[in-house]
Nanobody, 121 residues
Framework: QLVESGGGLVQAGGSLRLSCAASGRTFSNYAMGWFRQAPGKEREFVAAISGGSRGTYYADSVKGRFTISRDNAKNTVALQMNSLKPEDTAVYYC????????????????WGQGTQVTVSS
């Protein structure tokens, strides 16, 4: 089970930190990803991190502004979002898949319920 938190309303240029708490004892075996979906658009990749934190991956649109991290001792993954833009407005989802991080949402087996991020101009 994945549970996201930390969404909200922020002005452009501001920051938010999303968190995803996972249940289970083998969290470190799972790659974790963040995806987002804006109204009328397909779900898109934002960032991902491998199980051992050896690899992180970002969409070009967020590179340099967002940072993904994980704490395997606490079974959590975070997305620090800085310099937010109105186009970052979306529902953000946390997802998990075994071992290898990918950017394709179809490869993820477990999903959270999503948290709304709204960036005002």
């Amino acid at each position: 089970q994945l549970v996201e938190s930390g969404g909200g309303l922020v002005q452009a240029g501001g920051s938010l930190r999303l968190s995803c708490a996972a249940s289970g004892r083998t969290f470190s075996n799972y790659a974790m990803g963040w995806f987002r979906q804006a109204p009328g658009k397909e779900r898109e990749f934002v960032a991902a991190i491998s199980g051992g934190s050896r690899g992180t991956y970002y969409a070009d649109s967020v590179k340099g502004r967002f940072t993904i991290s994980r704490d395997n001792a606490k079974n959590t993954v975070a997305l620090q979002m800085n310099s937010l833009k109105p186009e970052d407005t979306a529902v953000y989802y946390c997802a998990a898949r075994i071992l290898v991080a990918t950017i394709d949402p179809r490869n993820y087996n477990y999903w959270g319920q999503g948290t709304q991020v709204t960036v005002s101009s």
